[in-house]
């Protein structure tokens, strides 16, 4: 059975810095896509971040361009968000998922089922 944990969220003040991690379980991700989303209550969960399975290629949403870098650790089966120049907007509840290409993961359909998230609080 596949499982996100994500885990790395929390308050922080506008400008600041958190690095999201996630550790996938049930199987072998290494020749996956792996993405990062998030959700603020009562919105539909957006795409955030993805990443190749080969790290060789990286997507962002235009909303964290330049601000957010995805990463991941193959051997470890992890994925990782740093997330840095944090604004309120940024503000939800934060997932990560795999696909076999970023495409898919871009759609946000059609992916394994979601972990509990992680919640990122950005408020002075």
């Known amino acids: 059975q596949v499982q996100f944990v994500e885990s790395g969220g929390g308050l922080v003040q506008p400008g600041g810095s958190l690095r999201l991690s996630c550790a996938a379980s049930?199987?072998?991700?290494?020749?996956?896509?792996m993405g990062w989303f998030r959700q603020v209550p009562g919105k539909e969960r957006e795409f955030v971040a993805a990443?190749?399975?080969?790290?060789?290629?990286?997507y962002y949403a235009d909303s964290v361009k330049g601000r957010f870098t995805i990463s991941r650790d193959n051997a470890k089966n992890t994925v990782y968000l740093q997330m840095n120049s944090l604004k309120p907007e940024d503000t939800a509840v934060y997932y990560c998922?795999?696909?076999?290409?970023?495409?898919?993961?871009?759609?946000?359909?059609?992916?394994?089922?979601w972990g509990q998230g992680t919640l990122v609080t950005v408020s002075s």
């Open positions: 998922n795999a696909a076999p290409t970023t495409a898919t993961l871009r759609t946000v359909y059609n992916l394994y089922a």
């Open positions: 049930g199987r072998t991700f290494s020749s996956y896509a």
């Open positions: 990443i190749s399975w080969s790290s060789g290629s990286t």
